[in-house]
């Protein structure tokens, strides 16, 4: 199966401006998590979707949201970025039921000017 | 909310030697703790897991220790290899509340030749 996959890999915004970031969960995977990545505060749980649905929040304020569409492609959006916005966006794919495993994508870095 | 701490945050050992990384939680109720290993530039890879039902579980030269009372639980690497070297991440979650992953802060393992 091919694994999770992220778009873009790449991106460079000006502060102030919005971005959307789009991953595809590995077939057959109904969940998606999204987490950033930063050196200071590591890895951080921004949301998770299910079934369309957001089952969690992290505590990131509401610039940051998500969805998730009917086939489980997730995407992420950030508005009015800052700075701090400058990070590593990771998503992660688990299939539902009793198997806990999440695998993650490969990531878009975000750098924000 | 869940709280994971990883020490030490750097480990160096020579190639052959074991590594022990070990973390605590704060929250009784999560059962599931997975290992995470992230090589500069790439995804975290899951590389062990362990559920709250069993105290070791081994794969080759990886194994993972759960002491449920105490609260911690640990990675423990064998015969270490250069291609060792990487950031591991250890993580929390409760199962039935979703797919929310709480991360330790990281360690650096540093396997010299």
């Known amino acids: 199966k091919a694994g999770v996959t992220q778009t873009p890999r790449y991106l460079i915004k000006t502060r102030g401006q919005q971005v959307t970031l789009s991953c595809s969960p590995i077939s057959g995977h109904r969940s998606v998590s999204w987490y950033q990545q930063t050196p200071g505060q590591g890895l951080q749980f921004l949301f998770e979707y299910f079934s369309e649905t957001q089952r969690n929040k992290g505590n990131f304020p509401g610039r940051f949201s998500g969805r998730q569409f009917s086939n489980s492609r997730s995407e992420m959006n950030v508005s009015t970025l800052e700075l701090g916005d400058s990070a590593l966006y990771l998503c992660?794919?688990?299939?539902?039921?009793?198997?806990?495993?999440?695998?993650f994508g490969p990531g878009t870095r975000l750098t924000v000017t | 909310g869940e709280n994971v701490e990883q020490h030490p945050s750097t480990l160096s050992v020579q190639e052959g030697d074991s590594a022990v990384i070990k973390c605590t939680y704060s929250d009784s109720a999560s059962n599931y703790f997975p290992w995470y290993k992230q090589e500069l530039g790439k995804r975290p890879q899951l590389i062990i897991d362990?559920?709250?039902?069993?105290g070791e579980k081994k794969d080759q030269r990886i194994a993972v220790t759960l002491n449920k009372t105490a609260k911690h639980f640990s990675l423990h690497i064998t015969e270490t290899q250069p291609e060792d070297s990487a950031v591991y991440f250890c993580a929390a979650s409760r199962s039935n509340a979703g797919n929310m992953l709480t991360f330790g802060g990281g360690t650096r393992l540093m396997v010299k030749p």
């Open positions: 992660a794919s688990r299939p539902s039921g009793d198997i806990y495993e999440q695998y």
């Open positions: 362990i559920r709250s039902n069993v």
